[in-house]
Structures are given as C-alpha cells and as structure tokens.
C-alpha cells in the first residue's frame, strides 16, 4: 500500500506527537510536564534513552515473544488512558435503578463528559477498584502518595436528570465483613453511638477514589431548591420530569397465591416480590405502565400506592439526621443544594442540613459550644461553600439508597455520565438464557 514520504519522516512524526502532547497537558493544565518533550523528542529523532527496553537498538526481526510482549504494553497503555480520561466500564449489583438500569446490566461511563477527574491514589494494581481479585479486605491500592481533588475541562456541566456515576459519600469509612449492606459505618452510629460502634466493629477507611461506585439520577443542581411531596420531586416549584420508567412499591391483594407466571407476565423479577403470609399482601416495585395492568387484572382485590408518612425513625434514617427536620422518604424538604462561593447563613438549627459538608468534605474544624458555632477556631454565623453539591434519587424510588437517605453529593466524588448499556443479564432466568437482547445498546435516559 502506497504511504506518503512525509509520514515516514522522523521531523513530522516528532511535531504531530509534540503537538498531541502539548495539548494533553494544557487540558492537564500542568505547565511543568512540558519537560515531558524532552522525551517525546528523544523517542522520535535523538534516541538517546531505549524507552522500549524489551526490544533491541538493532534493526533486525524481533522473536515473536518480544512482539507479543509490544503489543500487549502497547495495548496495557491506552486501555489505561482511556479508562482514566474518556470512557469505563461498570456494572449494576442493586435495584434502585430499575427499571432504567437492571440488576446484571453492564454500562459504560462518559468521563468526558463532565471532565475526567485525575486519580487521588495512582499507585494501585491496575483494572482493579479497591480491593485485591478474590479478596474482601486486602487494598489493591497504596496511599504512599494522595493527590488533591483536579477535574479537567469537559464538554458539558451536570443538568438535572442526567444519570451520573460516583462514589459513595459515607464510604469513607467501611464495616469489614457486616453482614448487612444496607447499614453503613454512619447508620450504626446513629442507632448505638460512636464508642459502640468501634469498640465491636472491624472497619477501615477508604480515599474518594477507592469508594463504591453508585449511579442515580440527579435531581437536584448547585443553587436547586428540592421538594419530595407524596413521593413526587419538585425542583424550584416544578413539578420533576419523571422518567419513563419510574418506580414506586405498591400493596395489593389478590383472591388467591400467584404463581410466578402472573409475574413474569407483568415483566416484575421474583427478587422484588415481597409477601406476607399473615395477611396475603403483596408489595412490588411498579412502573405506571405496569400500574394499569395490574388494576385490570381480575385476579387483584384492591391496590394501593406505598408512602412513608412516619417520620419517627428519622432522626437516624432520613438526612440529615435530626429532629428538627421529620422528613420522610417520600415527604422530604425543601432543601437548598449548595452552590460552590455561595455564602449561607448558619445557626444551630440549620447545622444538621451543611455539618458533614463543612466538617468532612471541605475538611475544616468545626465545633458547637451552646448556641455558638467555631469553624476553625472561629465564632462563625456564615459559611462559603468551596464546592458544588448534588442531590440525586434513584428511579426505584421505594427501594434506592439516595441523597434522601446520606445527603449530598460532593462534586470531587462525580466520575461521569452514564452512556449505555453494552450487555444486559436477566438474573431469573439461566445462564445462556439471560441475556437482555433489547437492552443492549440501548443509551441510557
């Protein structure tokens, strides 16, 4: 195949390559690793240094081990940019997605999108998260050197409905081996005390970074005031744009035991059904479409829609955790979301909603003496917040661990949009018989 001269040449190999560099590192936006032309050059004219050293200087045929063994660096290499700048891989373990995202869908994430966020801990082994393969507790990652919080320019910001993917706010820390997932290290020490907890759990601590991945809906923006009435969002007095495939739990009564046809019929997995034998209710996750089918079936007594209107538990369950506030899952604020140098009045009956953003996440000292409020040290009535904020929800309302029940979400814990799904498992069906054909390639709304 005919290949122009000037493509061989080692002057224009060497400029195309330096002009790639040098824009990757004004998106980096660190000037300093403009030395790293100095390489660049070295690699394509004065071959000074052997940057490949498991080839030979000579210009002779490699054994084909040694060009395996280049293939495979070379592959190694641009797998790791891509998952660290452009795009990755993730999948779905929980339901509060469903039915937008399935339990066994596997998606992948546009860092992109909203700017790459560059790594806290970059000495791990790589492709893996935060634990070793096959093990529950060994750290696949070093903290030897902790990079500050950097988030490269993207095309777009967050807007309200995008479905994002981040780690989780109370990750930080974690229960080693609790045999309830749904109860963080935070939720125990709101039910039995800070002492308790750590005098008879095991638990350690992770970076943002090395957190687990959740993916939900952001509902709430920077500057948005959020409401929850009767399970329904309003943003800023408007009523949400709800997604087609929204869920809630609903009770119904049915004149005699279904069988798991009747519910594969309505497309609902035998994971979600949950039955009471003493009164014969069943409560499921339902979308609206899956609603009118089942109010038509004759085989169904009465149905009626879940709300939680008991906000007794609230003080532990439902942010931010005080009495002061009786929220409920699904009658919840109005909450302001903190916008990045906006400046808010704080006293003593507000704290609960801003305490873990101004102590944990912007990492300042902060203490309660009577009425009074010390920020480091300092009698304080105000405070300017340094980061942006989101509330997100999930699309199974009923049965999602939101922003509803931990808070907010920092903007250093955002890693990207979702995209599509790229492969869909039916976990009720066996295995060669599970995949979601429809779903697959399907981008994600």
């Known amino acids: ?85 452009c795009i990755e891989a993730y999948s779905i373990p929980t339901s509060s997605m469903e039915k937008t995202i399935n339990v066994g869908d596997y998606y992948f994430v546009n860092k992109l999108r909203f700017g790459p966020r560059l790594p806290n801990t970059p000495l791990s082994m790589p492709f893996t998260h935060n634990t070793m393969p096959f093990t529950k507790a060994t750290r696949s ?91 329904t969002a309003f943003i800023n007095g408007k009523k949400e744009k709800q997604p087609q495939n929204l869920q809630y739990n609903y009770f119904f009564i049915a004149e005699k035991d279904l069988d798991t046809s009747f519910f594969k019929k309505m497309n609902i997995s035998l994971y979600d059904i949950n039955y009471n034998d003493y009164n014969s209710i069943y409560e499921v996750p339902l979308t609206y479409k899956q609603l009118e089918l089942i109010r038509e079936n004759k085989k169904i007594k009465g149905i009626r829609k879940h709300e939680s209107i008991d906000p007794v538990q609230s003080s532990f369950q439902i942010f931010p955790f005080n009495n002061n506030y009786m929220w409920t899952e699904d009658n919840y604020g109005p909450l302001i979301i903190p916008r990045k140098n906006r400046t808010i009045k704080i006293t003593v009956r507000n704290l609960p909603l801003y ?20 920020i480091n040290n300092k009698l304080s009535n105000a405070y300017t917040f340094k980061m942006d904020y989101y509330f997100v929800l999930g699309d199974n309302r009923h049965n999602s661990n939101d922003s509803r029940f931990w808070g907010f979400v920092p903007e250093d814990h955002i890693i990207g949009k979702a995209m599509f799904v790229w492969l869909s498992l039916d976990r009720d069906k066996p295995v060669f018989k599970n995949i979601r054909w429809k779903k697959m390639f399907k981008f994600i709304r």
């Not at 902790?146 to 993207?154: D, H, Q, V």
């Not at 290290?185 to 750590?198: A, C, N």
């Not at 305490?355 to 010390?374: D, F, M, P, Q, W």
């Open 1 to 85: 195949m005919f290949k122009p001269v000037i493509l061989k040449n080692q002057y224009f190999k060497l400029s195309v390559a330096s002009a790639l560099y040098t824009l990757w590192v004004l998106w980096m936006e660190n000037y300093w690793l403009l030395i790293g032309l100095l390489i660049v050059s070295d690699i394509q004219v004065t071959k000074l240094v052997n940057w490949t050293f498991w080839k030979k200087r000579k210009e002779e045929k490699y054994k084909f081990s040694v060009e395996v063994l280049d293939a495979f660096i070379l592959a190694a290499i641009a797998a790791f940019l891509l998952r660290v700048y």
């Open 141 to 231: 990652y070093v903290t030897w050197i902790r990079l500050p919080y950097k988030r490269l320019a993207g095309f777009s910001s967050i807007k309200n409905y995008d479905v994002m993917v981040f780690n989780f706010p109370e990750g930080d820390t974690i229960l080693i081996d609790y045999p309830k997932p749904d109860e963080t290290y935070y939720t125990l020490i709101r039910k039995y005390g800070r002492e308790f907890v750590k005098n008879n759990y095991n638990y350690t601590t992770r970076p943002i970074d090395r957190r687990e991945y959740y993916i939900k809906r952001c509902i709430g923006i920077p500057g948005d005031t959020v409401e929850i009435k009767h399970g």
């Open 355 to 374: 305490k873990r953003i101004i102590a944990v996440y912007e990492k300042n000292k902060l203490e309660t003496k009577g009425n009074s409020i010390y």
